[in-house]
C-alpha cells in the first residue's frame, strides 16, 4: 500500500498563517484597546482636574505692593467652573498665558481674562489659563488641554513683550518621551484616570523664601557686589519672600536680560525668530484640527512701554535704557511670524505707552495692577468685537 504523500503547499503556508496571527496579536489588539478606551472616554470620561495646578487649592500670595488670596477651582484653575460646552449664544474664549494672564498679584476678578469677560452687553465666556512661570515651550501642552476639555471658539495666546523670545533662546525644548506621547494618545481615558494627585500648593511666600536663601548661596562675588548695591528695602523684601526671587536673581545675574531682544547679535535673532516661528506653526496645527481661531496678544512689558515701570526694574538690578521704550522689535517679530501663518494679533503696545504715570505696572513686582489689567482687557475687547460699555 502507497503512503499518503502529504501536499507540498500545505507546509510553506503554516509560518505564514502564523506571522499574519502574531501581526494581528501585536497590532489588532492593541488598536482594540485603544478603541475601548476612546469609547469609554465618551462614557465615562473623567471630570478635568489638576489642569493647571492641585485642584481645590487655596494660598496666599504676599508681597511688599500686594496680598491677595489664590483659589484653584476643582477642575485646576484659577477660575470658576466652565462645563464641557459654552453657554448657548455666547463665544467662549480660553485665554493662553504666564503670570501676566494668571492674573498675579491681583484679586481674580481683576485679571484681564476675567475684566474682558465682564465689559460690555455680549460679553464672552473667558477661561483664564495662566500659570505663573509658563513660556512658549509650554503653551501648547496648554492649548490641546483647553481644546480637549472647553472646546473654546477663540484660543487667545498671550505673549509676553521681549520676555517670551527672552524664553525661547534660554530654554531648551523639553522633549517628551515617545512612550507617554503615545500612551496619552491611544489611551487617554486611563492616563487621566492613572494621572497621580498633586501635592497641595505651597504660599508663595513660603517658597519664595526658601528660592532666595539657595540663590543668594549660588552668587559669584562679583554678582554678590551688584546684589549688595540694591536698595535695603529692595534686599529686605527680597530675603522676607516678599519679592519674586527669579525677578532680583536674573537681575543681578544677567542685568541685560532686556536689551537681548532689542540689541541681541544676529544668532540670538534667528534662533528667537526660528523657535517662535516653530511655536506659532505648531498653535496654529492644534488650533485648526479643533476648528478654534489662534489669536495672539502682545502683553506689554514694563520696560518696553513705561518710564516708570523701567526705573523699577533698575531699582531691582536690572539695566533697562530708555531706547527700550521706542524699540518696535519685539512685537514687530510677533507681528511678522503670525503674517506668515495669518493669525491675527493684537496689539496695544502704543496705548499703554501712552499711559506715563507708571500706574499700569507694580514698581518692584513688574506685573499689572488692576488699572493695567483693565486697560489691557479694554484693548482686547476692542479687538475681537464685543462692545464696551
Known amino acids: 500500500m502507497n503512503e499518503p504523500v502529504p501536499s ?8 505564514g498563517r502564523r506571522g499574519v496571527f502574531v501581526v494581528i496579536c501585536l497590532v489588532g489588539i492593541p488598536l482594540g484597546l485603544s478603541g475601548l478606551d476612546h469609547l469609554a472616554g465618551w462614557i465615562l470620561s473623567p471630570p478635568p482636574r489638576h489642569l493647571l495646578f492641585p485642584s481645590g487649592s487655596l494660598v496666599r500670595h504676599e508681597s511688599g505692593e500686594f496680598d491677595v488670596q489664590v483659589k484653584i477651582s476643582n477642575q485646576g484653575l484659577r477660575d470658576r467652573e466652565f462645563p464641557a460646552i459654552a ?4 463665544t467662549r474664549i480660553v485665554a493662553i498665558g504666564d503670570s501676566f494672564t494668571f492674573g498675579w498679584g491681583v484679586p481674580v476678578e481683576q485679571s484681564w481674562p476675567k475684566v474682558l469677560e465682564s465689559l460690555g452687553n455680549k460679553s464672552p465666556e473667558v ?7 509658563a513660556s512658549p515651550n509650554d503653551y501648547s501642552t496648554m492649548i490641546t488641554s483647553a481644546l480637549d ?4 471658539d477663540i484660543v487667545l495666546v498671550g505673549t509676553l513683550q521681549g520676555d517670551d523670545l527672552i524664553q525661547l533662546v534660554e530654554q531648551e525644548p523639553v522633549e517628551v518621551e515617545w512612550f507617554v506621547r503615545a500612551q496619552k494618545r491611544f489611551f487617554p481615558t486611563l492616563s487621566a484616570w492613572l494621572r497621580p494627585v498633586p501635592a497641595s500648593m505651597e504660599s508663595y511666600r513660603s517658597i519664595f523664601r526658601k528660592s532666595q536663601a539657595y540663590l543668594r548661596s549660588t552668587l559669584t562675588p562679583e554678582q554678590r557686589q ?3 548695591q540694591l536698595s535695603p528695602g529692595v534686599r529686605a523684601d527680597f530675603e522676607a519672600g516678599l519679592l519674586n526671587p527669579s525677578l532680583v536673581h536674573t537681575a543681578v545675574t544677567n542685568p541685560g536680560r532686556f536689551v537681548a531682544p ?18 506659532v506653526r505648531d498653535w496654529v496645527a492644534r488650533c485648526r484640527e479643533a476648528s478654534a481661531e489662534l489669536v495672539l496678544l502682545i502683553i506689554p512689558d514694563g520696560p ?12 531691582v538690578g536690572y539695566d533697562v535704557p530708555s531706547s527700550l521704550l521706542t524699540t518696535t522689535v519685539c512685537q514687530d517679530v510677533v507681528t511678522a511670524i503670525c503674517g506668515e501663518f495669518e493669525v491675527r494679533v493684537i496689539n496695544p503696545v502704543a496705548e499703554f505707552r501712552q499711559s506715563t504715570d507708571g500706574g499700569d505696572y507694580f514698581e518692584l513686582d513688574g506685573h499689572f495692577t488692576p488699572r493695567g489689567q483693565k486697560r ?3 484693548a482686547v475687547a476692542r479687538e475681537l468685537g464685543p462692545p464696551v460699555d
Do not use: C, D
Open 8 to 15: 507540498t503547499e500545505s507546509g510553506p503556508r503554516r509560518p
Open 87 to 90: 453657554s448657548k449664544g455666547k
Open 127 to 133: 477661561i483664564n489659563f495662566g500659570f505663573p512661570g
Open 149 to 152: 476639555h472647553f472646546s473654546p
Open 226 to 228: 551688584r546684589y549688595q
Open 262 to 279: 532689542v540689541e541681541g547679535e544676529n544668532a540670538w535673532q534667528i534662533k528667537a525668530e526660528s523657535r517662535f516661528r516653530h511655536s
Open 304 to 315: 518696553y512701554v513705561s518710564e516708570a515701570a523701567a526705573g523699577g526694574m533698575r531699582a
Open 376 to 378: 489691557l482687557a479694554t
